[in-house]
């Protein structure tokens, strides 16, 4: 227990359930964070924060659209009205449109892109200013396995996580000054609500591209909240511009 006791945390994306949303603000929770939770899924977000005071920790949920410029600087100035700080930024929310590419419209393009990677640009910046205040923080960004290999039907997918990598690190490279830590998590096949959509709700369609892995298996949810968890603590003030892969061995073979 306690190891981000005390600390500030949002986690956008968190109405999902199962989803890594859900999952990271829950660990959080467990391990002393007060937790923002936000989603465009207001009673989903509800939900969350539910589960984590009945667990006996503390959490708010709220509504956001995290593609807004003006809804995250209305995040961050309630956040440090209410808090006086902001510690941990985790940039969760997302979503996946997998189609051939010659399916893939424009509109699917530039919805994916501004969901997947705008909406992390908007987070670090407003969140940077106020971890800069109060002397330092950690983002942590979730890309993906798409984002590190070619995968097919994940063009804009992959384009928009892919860009979230490397902005990890340069964001990385800048902000170190200023003691604000930002690294990448890179999931593999995690059964959450997102990998259900992609296979058409069944298991075992996560379960056949599992066979395939090192490990065999499909992750769960804790397995990437875990990873964030570390990378939100103190255990990790020695680490920015690295990318975590949380994928079963997926990109190793």
Not at 102 to 116: E, G, K, P
Not at 126 to 142: H, T
Not at 171 to 177: H, I
Not at 213 to 230: K, M, Q, S, T, W
Request: with cysteine; charged share 20%.
């Amino acid at each position: 227990m306690g190891r981000v006791q005390g600390k500030i945390a949002i986690v956008t994306g968190a109405a999902s359930d199962p989803g890594l949303g859900r999952a990271t603000a829950m660990a959080l929770a467990r391990e002393g964070a007060k937790l923002i939770v936000t989603d465009v899924d207001l009673p989903g977000a509800e939900r969350c924060a539910q589960a984590i005071r009945d667990a006996g920790g503390e959490a708010t949920a709220l509504h956001q659209d995290v593609t807004s410029e003006e809804g995250w600087k209305q995040l961050l100035d309630h956040v440090i009205a209410v808090h006086g700080r902001l510690d941990v930024l985790v940039n969760n929310a997302g979503i996946a449109v997998l189609k051939p590419l010659d399916d893939l419209s424009l509109s699917d393009w530039n919805r994916q892109i501004d969901v997947n990677l705008t909406s992390v640009f908007l987070g670090c910046k407003y969140a940077a200013r106020a971890m800069r205040a109060s002397g330092g923080g950690s983002i942590v960004n979730l890309s993906s396995v798409a984002g590190l290999i070619g995968l097919a039907t994940c063009v804009a997918y992959g384009a928009a996580k892919g860009g979230v990598r490397i902005m990890s690190k340069a964001l990385a490279a800048e902000l170190g000054k200023d003691n604000i830590r930002c690294n990448s998590v890179h999931p593999g096949v995690i059964w959450t609500n997102m990998q259900a959509a992609a296979g058409n709700g069944s298991r075992a369609t996560a379960d056949n591209l599992a066979d395939g892995l090192p490990l065999g298996r499909v992750g769960e949810p804790d397995d990437i909240a875990n990873c964030i968890l570390y990378l939100s603590s103190d255990e990790a003030n020695y680490v920015t511009g690295a990318e975590f892969t949380v994928d079963a061995g997926m990109t190793a073979v």
